[in-house]
Nanobody, 127 residues
Framework: QVQLVESGGGLAQAGGSLRISCATSGFTLDHYAVGWFRQAPGKEREPVSCIGKSGGLAYYGKSAKGRFTISRDNTKNAVYLQLRDLEPEDTALYFC????????????????????WGQGTRVTIAS
């Protein structure tokens, strides 16, 4: 059974940092790309970052560039998202998702097919 479980969310101050994690099971992680998405209250889901199967290529959404860093440790079946310089606008439910393919398709990776999703971890940034 394919599972993705996010953790590490919480309350942080503006300007602070958080690292959120995605623990995976039920599939061979190093065969697939993984993406992070977020959904703020009252807003549509937004692509945040995507990382290819070996971690060599990563892509970032507009709001994440320069502040967030995606990484993965296939030996631990985990994918991470380091959040820095946090802003109240980063408040959202953050999801990780398994891509159907080993790679992110480029700058339009947000339209790739993600076939398994976690339940999300909530990040709240206080001003």
């Amino acid at each position: 059974q394919v599972q993705l479980v996010e953790s590490g969310g919480g309350l942080a101050q503006a300007g602070g940092s958080l690292r959120i994690s995605c623990a995976t099971s039920g599939f061979t992680l190093d065969h697939y790309a993984v993406g992070w998405f977020r959904q703020a209250p009252g807003k549509e889901r937004e692509p945040v970052s995507c990382i290819g199967k070996s971690g060599g290529l990563a892509y970032y959404g507009k709001s994440a560039k320069g502040r967030f860093t995606i990484s993965r440790d296939n030996t631990k079946n985990a994918v991470y998202l380091q959040l820095r310089d946090l802003e109240p606008e980063d408040t959202a439910l953050y999801f990780c998702a398994k891509q159907r393919l080993p790679y992110c398709s480029g700058d339009d990776w947000g339209t790739d097919t993600f076939d398994a999703w976690g339940q999300g971890t909530r990040v709240t940034i206080a001003s």
